[in-house]
């Protein structure tokens, strides 16, 4: 065995400080050194503050105690995502997370549903889940501990204060050993081998390391720029190659949710957090200038900006070779999907749990990285597939870029995927997909697709009972739901943040 000794992070983003916590919380200071280098000359992106509820698999992971997390990062909770005028302008619906099973087998409640369309009866299916209703009414209680309610198949994840996000990581691996050098990465040493020796600062100073965990956002310093790992490009599928962004007051209490909402070029953010409100417009440069897409953030605003608008230009796509020689890209490093679906983060602490899951030896055996990169590209290819389908199934022909959506070439593997969910509602069964089925259904239904049939076997089952039933667990789970908290309330109880420090 040659165990590594020193893993060398660049970049203090979040990507960065959470591949910091995950090491420190695996290893002890003295098993592995870890040292972060960053550059305040250089900053961070700080826009990453929607997620999805595996993140608090991650704070649980790393024992961080998440009422204490929310109230030192501003955070608020989060039901799920609320799409308006994606299919048709003035039409909205809703992304859940959780499951919709209505006390059955969630495939086989899908499948009764589908029998209830054809029957004509008027069951929405969101009127099933409820982190739907609880949005629908701004409620929100904890899933865990309402166990035995219908409220126990709700699930949530939080909106954060990126900045403060990362520095709450920052204190936790400070906290437990991993050293921080402020610096401005100037040039990269490598072996005869390719391997990346070390970096050198503007100071001066050499900063070796073992194995490199390249968190540098966009520039891709080492994976890149070293390494040269190239870039799959898929702007092709997903045009946006643009985002402006706005900070503002809040107006009103914060929703549970984030919302999109689709714009002439694209689509627009609002991610409410305790303290302020977090703004985004999306776009494709094709379609749409810097300033036309400014103008259109700036009037839609609901409160008071208290930061300029800034443009922030990427390219949708990942890194052919995330890992490559003794260097892991992580967070805008390793690739960029538009945060649609608020899936960046969660790709940082996927890309750690594989890391871990191969963690190498000083020789980086080749097949650890190949098959992380296999398992990587997939978690890619299935967030992309499944970001198209909020564009391709549009009936928008309003504006040039709608149209080129209502046309567009889709992947393959998102071809196949709705051939099989149009037939008789079935999607493919993978091990680990991030997007349930129940996440393919309810954007399916909310763009205006529904299976053309159901399953046969469901003809087995008295429809006269299955009826009654929905029309019961409906009513129950509005019921329950209404006696709930507001979200602003159950905050103000349980978890409200202090005041933000005036800058
Ligand atoms: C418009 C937009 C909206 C987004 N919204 C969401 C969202 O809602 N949810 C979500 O999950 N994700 C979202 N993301 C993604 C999310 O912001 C990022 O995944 C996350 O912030 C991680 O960024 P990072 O740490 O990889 O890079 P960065 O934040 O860019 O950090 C890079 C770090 O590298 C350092 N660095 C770079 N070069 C050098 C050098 N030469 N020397 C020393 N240090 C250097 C910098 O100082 C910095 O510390 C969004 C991204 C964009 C662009």
Request: net charge negative.
């Amino acid at each position: 065995m040659n165990p590594l000794k020193k893993i060398t992070i660049v970049g203090g983003g979040t990507a960065g400080w959470i591949a910091a916590a995950v090491l420190c919380n695996q290893f002890s200071a003295e098993e592995l050194s870890v040292e972060l280098v960053e550059s305040a000359d250089i900053g961070t992106i700080g826009v990453g503050e929607s997620t999805i509820p595996p993140f608090l698999e991650l704070l649980h992971s790393l024992n961080i105690d998440e009422k204490d997390f929310i109230e030192k990062t501003q955070a608020s909770f989060k039901l799920g995502i609320q799409f308006s005028d994606w299919k048709q302008l003035n039409e909205t619906y809703f992304h859940p997370f959780g499951s919709i099973s209505a006390n059955m087998d969630e495939y086989v409640f899908y499948q009764n549903w589908l029998k209830s369309c054809a029957e004509g009866d008027d069951f929405a299916l969101q009127d099933f889940s409820a982190c739907s209703v609880m949005a629908k009414h701004k409620k929100f209680f904890l899933p865990q501990s309402a166990s035995k309610t219908p409220v126990s198949e709700a699930s949530y994840a939080l909106h954060l204060d990126a900045g403060l996000a990362a520095r709450y990581l920052r204190d936790y691996a400070e906290q437990r050993g991993v050293k921080r050098t402020e610096g401005k990465i100037v040039d990269v040493v490598q072996t005869d081998n390719g391997d990346i020796r070390s970096v050198r600062l503007q100071s001066g100073e050499e900063i070796a390391g073992d194995f490199f965990i390249d968190c540098s956002g966009f520039r891709g310093l080492l994976i890149e720029q070293t390494l040269k790992a190239g870039y799959e490009d898929w702007s092709h599928y997903l045009p946006c190659d643009r985002a402006v962004v706005v900070q503002t007051e809040n107006t009103a209490p914060p929703p549970p949710y984030t919302r999109a909402t689709a714009q002439a070029a694209g689509w627009s953010w609002k991610i409410p957090l305790q303290h302020r409100t977090g703004n985004g417009y999306v776009y494709a440069s094709q379609y749409c200038s810097d300033e036309e897409a400014t103008q259109t953030l700036l009037q839609q605003l609901e409160g008071n900006p208290i930061t300029e608008p800034r443009i922030i230009p990427f390219q949708t796509g990942m890194r052919k070779e995330i890992w490559k020689n003794n260097c892991l890209s992580l967070g805008l490093a390793s690739g960029f999907i538009e945060p649609l679906e608020s899936t960046a983060i969660h790709l940082i602490a996927r890309g750690m749990v594989h890391f871990m899951r191969h963690f190498p030896e000083k020789d980086c055996q080749p097949a650890l990285s190949r098959e992380f990169n296999r398992r990587m590209a997939t978690d890619y290819r299935e967030i992309r597939d499944f970001i198209v389908l909020h564009y391709c199934l549009t009936e928008r022909e309003d504006t040039p870029f709608w149209r080129w959506c209502k046309t567009m070439q889709w992947p393959e593997s998102l071809q196949y995927t709705l051939d099989y969910f149009k037939t008789q509602g079935g999607l493919p069964e993978e091990i680990d997909r991030l997007f349930a089925p129940v996440s393919w259904r309810s954007v399916c239904e909310g763009m205006g697709l529904r299976p053309g049939s159901y399953s046969p076997l469901i003809n087995s089952f008295n429809y006269a009972t299955t009826r009654s039933h929905l029309t019961n667990y409906r009513q129950a789970l509005e019921d329950f739901i209404r006696q709930l908290p507001d979200h602003e309330v159950f905050i103000e109880k349980h978890c409200r943040a202090q005041k933000p420090i005036a800058a």
